[in-house]
């Protein structure tokens, strides 16, 4: 499995479980090495297992990807995923680009000193297409020194940012969310690994690994449902 640039003997287990009780509601193996591209299938695997159409799927930032949070968008899933952190300003102690307010009406930026940064131009990279914004005035300003060293702060805004902006809304205002995200995901993961050892899976390929990991998740839910029921109450339901 490639993962950052060089390979491991090795599989991706993506699982999506409740918050309520804990139980791994989907999961799936692949030798993808990343998780960006996992978000929309887990999500829709989790509604369809739940049997709801309202479904809020929070992830962590390694899942941020803005063609699958769209996607999300279409399917009807309300998803929670901070943004990757990989702003070069904000790292340099510079205005970062949430500092720059969005005027969906003027279609323009107002930036920390007050100007507005105007559309431009647009253009389409790595299959979206993207608008970029920038003022005249960056000369003059005051402050230039704290926003870029270039001739001017340029602002480039997807297309679709729009789902990105209220996805932010969202967890702005429910900043408990990677709180939950982590006593509801991790845990069960670590209980997992526990019961696995240090070799983790006996198995190779991933159609053999796919079937191994399926039994450590059935056992998993059968002891956490036992937990919750009681072995009498199970008994009498799958009887049933």
């Not at 991706?12 to 996992?38: C, F, M, S």
């Amino acid at each position: 499995m490639k993962t950052r640039g060089t390979g491991i003997v090795g599989y991706n287990v993506q699982t999506a479980v409740d918050a309520k009780n804990h139980l791994i509601v989907a999961h799936e193996v692949t030798n993808i090495g990343i998780d960006r591209d996992q978000l929309t299938s887990m999500a829709k695997l989790a509604r369809d297992a739940m049997g709801t159409d309202d479904i809020t799927a929070i992830a962590d930032r390694g899942y941020f990807k803005s063609e699958e949070i769209l996607a999300c968008d279409e399917a009807g899933i309300t998803v929670i995923v901070p943004k990757s952190t990989t702003s070069s300003a904000k790292a340099d102690g510079r205005f970062d680009k949430a500092d720059f307010i969005y005027d969906a009406e003027k279609n323009e930026y107002r930036c920390p000193a007050g100007q507005q940064l105007i559309w431009r131009c647009s253009s389409i990279e790595r299959g979206l297409k993207l608008h970029r914004y920038w003022s005249s005035h960056c000369q003059q300003c005051a402050i230039k020194d704290k926003c870029t060293p270039s001739t001017e702060r340029r602002i480039t805004r997807w297309e679709n940012e729009d789902v990105l902006d209220a996805m932010q809304a969202r967890l702005d205002q429910a900043p408990e969310s990677m709180r939950i995200r982590r006593q509801t995901v991790e845990h069960p993961f670590g209980t997992l690994k526990l019961w696995m050892g240090s070799a983790h899976f006996l198995t190779k390929t991933l159609k053999r690994v796919s079937t191994e990991m399926s039994l450590h998740v059935l056992a998993y839910n059968l002891k956490r449902v036992m937990k919750i029921l009681g072995p009498t109450v199970l008994m009498a339901e799958m009887r049933g």
